[in-house]
C-alpha cells in the first residue's frame, strides 16, 4: 500500500529566510504527487503537483518541489517565507495506474511556524 | 461561487446522536469524497462517490453512511454518534477519480465535536 511520510510535524523559520519541507512516498509504480496548504480554520488549496515529465515542479505562491525518484522524495521548497505562509502542509501521492478511484494518501502534516 | 460548499461548519452532539453533515459542489463533477482530519493523523478517506448511485468506502468507512442520488450532492450520515467521531470532515471532489490528471477540490471543512 502506498503510503507518505512528512518528517517533521513543526518547522519554526524566520521571515524571509528559505525554507525546505519534507516529504518521502512509499510506491512501487509512478507515483502522482502533490502538496497542499492548509491555513487555519480553511479547507486545503493545492500549491503544485506532479505527474509526469520535469522533476522540478513550480506552484502558486511562489512555492517549487522536486521529484528524486532514487530518494523517493517530493521536497517543497520556497526561496524566501513570508508571514502568510504559516500554516499546515500536507503532501499526498496517488496512484498512477490509473486505478486511484480510492483516493489520495495523505502525510500527517507539518505546521509551519514563521518567526518575525 | 463555484466551489465545495459545506454544511454545516460546526456541530455539537451528544453520544448516540444523529445527524447530516452536507456536501455540494457546483462544478459537475463526477468523483466526490468525504475525508476526515485528525491531529497527527493528516487526512483519511471516509467514502468516496464516482458518480451518481455509485459509492464505496474509504480507509475508514465505519459509523457513517452515504449517498449519492445527485451529481451535486454526497451527504454524510453518522447514524449514532461517538466521541471518536470527533473531527473535521471535509468533502472534496474532481471530474474523474483521483489522481490522473484532476485535482481534488476542497470544502472549508465542518468541525464535529461529540460528547
Known amino acids: 500500500a502506498q503510503s507518505v511520510t512528512q518528517p517533521d510535524i513543526h518547522i519554526t523559520v524566520s521571515e524571509g529566510a528559505s525554507l525546505e519541507l519534507r516529504c518521502n512516498y512509499s510506491?512501487?509504480?509512478?507515483?502522482?504527487l502533490f502538496w497542499y496548504v492548509q491555513s487555519p480554520g480553511q479547507g486545503l488549496q493545492l500549491l503544485l503537483k506532479y505527474f509526469s515529465g520535469d522533476t522540478l515542479v513550480q506552484g502558486i505562491k511562489g512555492f517549487e518541489a522536486e521529484f528524486k525518484r532514487s530518494q523517493s522524495s517530493f521536497n517543497l521548497r520556497k526561496p524566501s517565507v513570508h508571514w502568510s505562509d504559516a500554516a499546515e502542509y500536507f503532501c499526498?501521492?496517488?496512484?498512477?495506474?490509473?486505478?486511484?478511484?480510492?483516493?489520495?494518501?495523505f502525510g500527517k502534516g507539518t505546521h509551519l511556524i514563521i518567526q518575525p | 461561487n463555484a466551489g465545495v460548499t459545506q454544511t454545516p461548519k460546526f456541530q455539537v452532539l451528544k453520544t448516540g446522536q444523529s445527524m447530516t453533515l452536507q456536501c455540494a459542489q457546483d462544478?459537475?463533477?463526477?468523483?466526490m469524497s468525504w475525508y476526515r482530519q485528525d491531529p497527527g493523523m493528516g487526512l483519511r478517506l471516509i467514502h468516496y462517490?464516482?458518480?451518481?448511485?455509485?459509492?464505496d468506502q474509504g480507509e475508514v468507512p465505519n459509523g457513517y453512511n452515504v449517498s449519492r442520488s445527485t451529481t451535486e450532492d454526497f451527504p454524510l450520515r453518522l447514524l449514532s454518534a461517538a466521541p471518536s467521531q470527533t473531527s473535521v470532515y471535509f468533502c472534496a471532489s474532481s471530474y474523474f477519480p483521483p489522481p490522473g490528471a484532476n485535482v481534488l477540490t476542497f470544502g472549508a471543512g465542518s468541525r464535529l465535536t461529540v460528547l
Open positions: 462517490s464516482v458518480g451518481a448511485g455509485i459509492t
Open positions: 510506491y512501487g509504480a509512478t507515483p502522482y
Open positions: 499526498a501521492v496517488g496512484e498512477g495506474s490509473g486505478g486511484g478511484a480510492d483516493g489520495l494518501t
Open positions: 462544478m459537475n463533477h463526477e468523483y
